[in-house]
């Protein structure tokens, strides 16, 4: 079946620009997480949607960033008024949450470049 | 706040040798992922480790748990070419009970298998 989707694959913008990054996750899967992978932090946790639940944004470096899911499916992380420092790749997974062993399933990333 | 620590971060091998990567956490959890992620690519999972003593084999893989200790490892035998990628380990946040699912992963190890 198809696993988690994103797009772009790539976005090259300026820096005080927003940029959407969207993320599909596998269907069925009730739990969406967005991290970010980067030279400088590594691997980092960001945001966290499970169900109907708040998200957990305790992640999010700044308030510039967001992120919503609608309709318990597709999610959109938005960076306002990005910065050189914001450049990475953005990772988004999915879990089904239906036992224990709840594997996360990653996406391929959306490559992000702030000039 | 919860660490990660694997080491070593660069490992470079010969085919046909075994090695270990450790990884190390600075708080209780009973649940550890190993992935796998090749050049510009994304994550890949390789083992979910669900409690203490757990061992999981794939292949020329093979991953345990010990939470006492606080410790994974990643045992490589007979390496071969196509294991060259970087591994991560990660660890689930939250210790026992519901996990939220937010991982805190370890900086990678950098695997290259030599002829």
């Known amino acids: 079946g198809a696993g988690v989707s994103q797009s772009p694959s790539n976005k090259v913008t300026e820096k005080g620009k927003d940029v959407e990054l969207r993320c599909d996750p596998i269907?069925?899967?009730?739990?969406l997480y967005w991290y970010r992978q980067s030279l400088g932090q590594g691997l980092e946790f960001l945001i966290y949607?499970?169900?109907?639940?708040?998200?957990?944004k305790s992640g999010l470096p700044s308030d510039r960033f967001s992120a919503e899911r609608t309709g318990g499916s597709v999610s959109t992380l938005t960076i306002q008024r990005t910065q050189q420092e914001d450049s990475a790749v953005y990772l988004c997974?999915?879990?089904?949450?239906?036992?224990?062993?709840?594997?996360?399933?990653f996406g391929p990333g959306t490559r992000l470049l702030v000039l | 706040e919860l660490k990660v620590e694997q080491n070593p971060l660069f490992l470079s091998m010969q085919e046909g040798k075994n090695y270990t990567i450790y990884c190390n956490y600075s708080?209780?959890?009973?649940?550890l992922y190993w992935y796998r992620q090749d050049p510009g690519k994304s994550l890949e999972s390789l083992f979910v480790?669900?409690?203490?003593?757990a061992v999981k084999q794939e292949g020329r893989l093979m991953a345990s748990l010990d939470t006492k200790a606080r410790l994974s490892t990643l045992h490589i035998t007979a390496a071969v070419h196509d294991l060259s990628a970087t591994y991560f380990c990660?660890?689930?946040?939250?210790?026992?009970?519901?996990?939220?699912?937010?991982?805190?992963f370890g900086q990678g190890t950098i695997l290259t298998v030599h002829p």
């Open positions: 269907s069925g899967h009730t739990a």
């Open positions: 997974a999915s879990s089904s949450r239906g036992g224990r062993q709840e594997t996360q399933y």
């Open positions: 990660a660890v689930d946040a939250n210790a026992g009970g519901t996990s939220y699912g937010k991982l805190t």
């Open positions: 949607f499970q169900g109907n639940s708040a998200p957990d």
């Open positions: 480790l669900l409690s203490n003593g």
């Open positions: 708080t209780t959890s009973d649940r």
